[in-house]
């Protein structure tokens, strides 16, 4: 696991086991790597880091991104209503920036396995530098430049997330490939793509067919009185849950 | 990790290492024990029951609970955001029945920890067994019969998640024993209580201050036409989130 | 205007100028006659009643009803959003009813007009009864028992409210009925109908075409503390709104 | 009733029985005076204006506004709940730019009341204008520019609204003022105001006491499918109702 350091300011950076140079001056090696969680070092500058212990959201804010990311809304409601977790084996596609792949990486740990589809080449390398780098090359994500349509052989999954257009088109392989209790997710902004989706779902026999959408509200406390901020995200996506049974 | 049957009726059980018993008839210990996910188990009555692998939730469904239970949508919602996982060092009070031991176990895995305060001695109880028999005796959860008001001594922790009355009492307490970079997450069903919690996490110098209300929705794909359910939950209950940083 | 009174336990009764008579006793037609709003009416059972100012959903919830209700949140954006008001000329189908009907004649007043189409005989005939009890005799609502798919003849409209299946099938109809600046108004339970609708109020060169849908939560204040109510209503309708410019 | 002209730009403009002067040329006074809704006006440059009939939104897009203005959604739940209509007589403060004035006024009519509350000079002033406008002088509402905390006399209200801070102070002498059968409203952003709001309708012997909270979200209807806007409105205030019984 990489550290990550953080200045007085809040911004926050990766670091890897060399010299740290910034407009706050240099972290010398032997430093960073002799430090530890809450550690604060110093720049030739007396600038203050502060050593954290990184998370998977840090990592995701700070990585290479270009195409817009699933809402941790939406990757929690997955996570949460799917229940996997440590051992788990999850497909994705695509991939993106790798976001998903990421999360879903992080909670199935070690002794699980993300297997991610991406059809556009410029995505799937970016994404491989984001989970290398996260990993340290202590890897269980595996990232294939290949288009998902023209067919997968994983088997025994016990999550396959979709967020891809017509999704709808694959779902009897995704049905075979599960395992006998595996979840088989759509995200996907349209209503018509998850209408269409689940009734497909249930011509295949899934079961436990339903579709769910995800509002959050921030709430402000102010000097003057508490309230739901005056804007929020109106949607993002529709996710279609339907399990193997 | 204990195995699960399901019936035709799509009832569901989780067996042990001996001879199961139900209204459809005997299936025998050595075809439990030798079964892999996906077989089909036949009862002396000719009864079917299809081996599958359970997940968190499947065994939230079937254990003894004595009391309500954190919804999906809000658990999920307190993964993503804190960006827990492999390895993450959390602690939650109360146990209730252990379901949020449970999903926080379920992702931070075995090289994680949950530590679990719960002031009541019938739920301790309910849920110390709750959990050894998803567990299997190989555990990372510790529930701890106390009242985390009088105090806990646990460090470096990614995560403190208090669903309490008046969880402000101690968020001095929590600050200190949080990770550089860890998450302290309060649960209440009423505005007042995030509201006092929101102002003393300020004081605290907790970073990242937010309140959080999670709506989920359920789309129905019917013949004559799609639409949101007519009934929905309208709250569960509010989440504040603050980091130290 | 009827006169209506409400016994201590909140019961309301909308009375005429005759003899009331319940289970709390009788008043005599002179006392109610004579009485007016604020004043106390006796029983000969000695048993208090109040008069009454009663409005629209007073007559509303008292009135024979044989099918479901257009509900006040719907209700209330279709008035703020078209500005419908004294004077204006409505048409609506179909009645049910004619709940929706009274709340356009409470706002249109003398001056303005409400036609209403029926296709139902029963239907139209409980509206007739319910509208006509209402305004006793004094009456600014027209039912028609006819199918409005048929066609329809009124001119320089400035809303139509059309609650049926298929609305789009009379779209171009209601466009040349219309004032210029006049609102048709769409609800239905299905996205796909406003879907569809909203795609022929685009060919139709209607101006201003949304589509709206609206969510109300209650909020509780309880000694524990405030919060919104566990349950609450997920879905109605939506309002396809559409103006010809 | 005043008159409204549309260009071809979708412009609207209000117009008095005098000559019409606009970057597109000049309509004369006798043409304008002679036309009826639907009517084409030629200006001197040959550019075409329709005559519209302007609702009470149309005016209040095109009035003088020096503040913000409650929103429809609200405004509608106002109406539709209380059950306003011909006839009735309401109280509003504070008046602000008119808006909520203008549309009680709509739908009450001309044998209806409205009073209005404000106490800033130069709003109330604005406010004056923008109904005396409205009206052409025949008119049904009343702007005082008077601090309604230091009491009024009007007395039978079917509806007191109020829109300012700290409204309790003055829900006594609201209860007293109004019909039996009145409704109190209080708008509010903050969540603390209604709270004690509520505490203090609930001593005051006032019934059906509810808060009420509405959010409108918009669909999107476009060629690859049809979604939820991806922003929207989260608050605007809260609704409390009483109603006097």
Redesign the interface.
Known sequence: ?KK?I?DER?KKYIVNNEDFHSDLGIVKKEDIINSK??DTLITHLDKKF?????????YIDLMKRNCSILV??D??????????????KVLDSGTGAGAIAL?F???????GEVISYEIREDFAKIAKENIDNFFNGNNNVTIKNQDIKEGFDEK?L?LIFLDLPKPYEIMENCYDSL????WLVIYA???????TS??IAKKLDF?NV????????????RT?????????????G?LLFARK?
Chains 1, 2, 3, 4 share one sequence.
């Open positions: 696991m990550m953080i809040g969680v809450g502060k050593v954290m212990k990184p998370n998977v959201n840090d941790l809304k990757i929690g409601t997955v996570i949460s209503h799917t229940g996997i977790g440590e051992g788990s999360h990486s992080n909670v199935v740990g070690k002794s025994d016990d395992n006998l209790g595996g902004p349209y209503i018509n793509t998850v209408e689940y009734k079961n339903s579709i769910i959408e995800t509002l959050q509200r921030e709430i402000e406390v003057q009185g508490t309230r739901p901020k005056t804007r929020m995200v109106g949607h993002t529709y049974l």
